[in-house]
T-cell receptor, first 116, second 114 residues
Framework: AQSVAQPEDQVNVAEGNPLTVKCTYS??????LFWYVQYPNRGLQFLLK??????LVKGSYGFEAEFNKSQTSFHLKKPSALVSDSALYFC??????????????FGQGTTLQVKP | SQTIHQWPATLVQPVGSPLSLECTVE??????LYWYRQAAGRGLQLLFY??????ISSEVPQNLSASRPQDRQFILSSKKLLLSDSGFYLC?????????????FGPGTRLTVT
């Protein structure tokens, strides 16, 4: 069965430092991978996706993610964190069996806290 | 551009009362539509999805139901709310019919059952 794991409930980082939010996945075939961000009492915002090609994917607000097939990981990164990056982050994988349903499997989320 | 609307934004309902949450999408046709519930600000639970008008698939058995009366309208309903129905309800569109399958989310409805 397909699954996504975000091993850290919370990540704390100082403003200006690099940040990493971890995600690992398990799918039977090739994955489509996504990152979303959620601010309090708001809907999820799409950050970036990996389909195929370059393992380093660049997205919105200076975020990027690195796909590592051998480690089945898709970690979210940013070179220099901002206080405004503090939010809840979700990793998701496309169910390869979803065909036209497009269902996504989401991780449990990681709270990012950036301190001034 | 594509946009998604949900209403109401917040709702407080007594146990046993009915529920109707509405979601509409603009700027796209024949989208896949999804209802999620998020409890305690954490994980997302997929409740229903629809790949076309009148086509509803349920992911979790419960006292909620969904309908898609029009191409870009998705409604979440209940005849009698339970305390456990409290949560943050999110509608999304996209999925299989977008190039990469990403979903785009609405602003959500905060439901409190008292």
């Amino acid at each position: 069965a397909q699954s996504v794991a975000q091993p850290e409930d919370q990540v704390n980082v100082a403003e200006g430092n690099p940040l990493t939010v971890k995600c690992t996945y398990s799918v039977s075939g090739n994955p489509y991978l996504f990152w979303y961000v959620q601010y309090p009492n708001r809907g999820l915002q799409f950050l970036l996706k990996y389909i195929t090609g370059d393992n380093l994917v660049k997205g919105s607000y200076g975020f990027e993610a690195e796909f590592n097939k051998s480690q089945t990981s898709f970690h979210l990164k940013k070179p220099s964190a901002l206080v405004s990056d503090s939010a809840l982050y979700f990793c998701a994988v496309r169910d390869v069996g979803s065909s036209n349903t497009g269902k996504l499997i989401f991780g449990q989320g990681t709270t990012l806290q950036v301190k001034p | 551009s594509q946009t998604i609307h949900q209403w109401p934004a917040t709702l407080v309902q007594p146990v046993g009362s009915p529920l109707s949450l509405e979601c509409t999408v603009e700027g796209t046709s024949n989208p896949n539509l999804y209802w999620y519930r998020q409890a305690a600000g954490r994980g997302l639970q997929l409740l229903f999805y629809s790949v076309g008008i009148g086509q509803i698939s349920s992911e979790v058995p419960q006292n909620l139901s969904a309908s898609r009366p029009q191409d870009r309208q998705f409604i979440l309903s209940s005849k009698k709310l339970l305390l456990s129905d409290s949560g943050f309800y999110l509608c999304a569109f996209g999925g299989g019919k977008t190039i990469a399958g990403e979903q785009y989310f609405g602003p959500g409805t905060r439901l409190t059952v008292t």
